[in-house]
C-alpha cells in the first residue's frame, strides 16, 4: 500500500534539523531529523513517535539544490520493535535542499549505521523547504527498458547538460544505492576507497576515448561492474545513480539461491557482485564525452548524444567462481 507524506514543519533543535510531516486524515505525525556529517551528504532518519521507520535509522542522501529523490531502506520485518515495517523494503524520498552552511572537510565514511554524529554540522533554519516520501516497490524497474524509460522521464524534466550533471553527486549517491541494496541481503556497507576510484576512473577514460562498446578491464585484479548510457538529454544525479544500482540489481529476478551455479555468472554477475558479502570497499570511475552520431561500431548511438562511461571496482572481489564461495557470499534477502 502506498504512503504519501507532506512536510509542514521545519525547525532547528541543537545541531540537526527537524520536519514534522502529518499523514493525510491521520493522527501520527513523521519527524525527519537530519544531519550532516560530510560535503554534499546529509544524513536522514524518518521516525513515527518512538519508532524508526528508515531501517538503519539514518541512511545518506545528497546535498543539492535541485530537486532531488534518493532510495531509502525500510524493514520488512513484522516482528522489528523498535521500526515500523513497510512492504516493499523501500521508500523513495523527494526533497529540496536550501542548506547554505560552509561544508567542512572531514573522513569520507558511508556507513550509515555508525555515524559519528559528534562531527555533525549546524544547518540554517528552513533547510529542507520541500519532502515527501512514498514507499515504492523497485520490481516496477525490472527491466532494462523500463530502467531507461525512468532515466529520459528524469531526463526530460531536469535538463541537464554535462557541465551541470555532479559528478561527485552521482558517485556518492551510486555508493549509497549499493548500501541501500546491501542491507537488504543483511551483508557489510561498502566504503568508499580512494584508489579503486582512481583506478575505475583510469578504466572509464579509457572506454570514453575510444566510444567502445563496454569491455571489462583484463587485469581482473578488482571485481568490476560496467554501465553505458547514450543521451542528449541527462537526467539528475539521484536517479542515474539509483537506476544504474538497479540495472545491476535486475539479475536477482529468478536467482535460485539453493540451486545457484558459477556458470551462471555471465548471466548474474552484476548482481552477485553487487551483494557479494566479503566485498567491503568500492570505488566508481565515471567519463563522458560527445558523439557525433557517426557510428563506427553497433554500441554507438545515431544520434549527436553524450556518452556516460560508468566503472565500479570492488574489492575484495566477488565472484570467485567455486559453488561454495556463491553460497557463502550470495544471501537471500531478509523477509
Known sequence: MSMQFHA??????????????????????????????????????????????TDPPYQSITNSKFKNTALLSC??????????????????????????????????SYMSAAVRFDKTEKWPDKLLRKLSFTETNMQNFDSIAKIKERLLQSAKKHHLSPAQFNIAIYKDALVSGHNVYRNKHGVGLLEANSELERIAEMWAERLASKADCLIHDPSKRFGENLFYYATNLLPDEETMALMTVQSFYVEAHGYNYKTHHHLDYHRTGHFTQLVWKSTTQVGVGVAMRNFSGRRVNKCQPDFPSTLIYVVVKYDPPGNVLDKRNYDDNVLPPIE
Open 75 to 108: 524493514s520488512k520485518d513484522i516482528r522489528c520493535q523498535d521500526c515500523i515495517p513497510c512492504k516493499s523494503g523501500f521508500i523513495q524520498l523527494s526533497y529540496i535542499s536550501l542548506s547554505s552552511a560552509p561544508l567542512a572537510d572531514s573522513e569520507q
Open 8 to 53: 509542514i514543519e521545519l525547525k532547528i533543535l541543537k545541531d540537526f534539523a527537524l520536519a514534522t510531516m502529518r499523514l493525510p486524515n491521520q493522527k501520527e505525525v513523521a519527524v525527519v531529523a537530519v544531519r550532516q556529517l560530510l560535503a554534499n551528504i546529509l544524513y536522514i532518519e524518518i521516525r513515527i513517535g518512538p519508532y524508526h521507520l
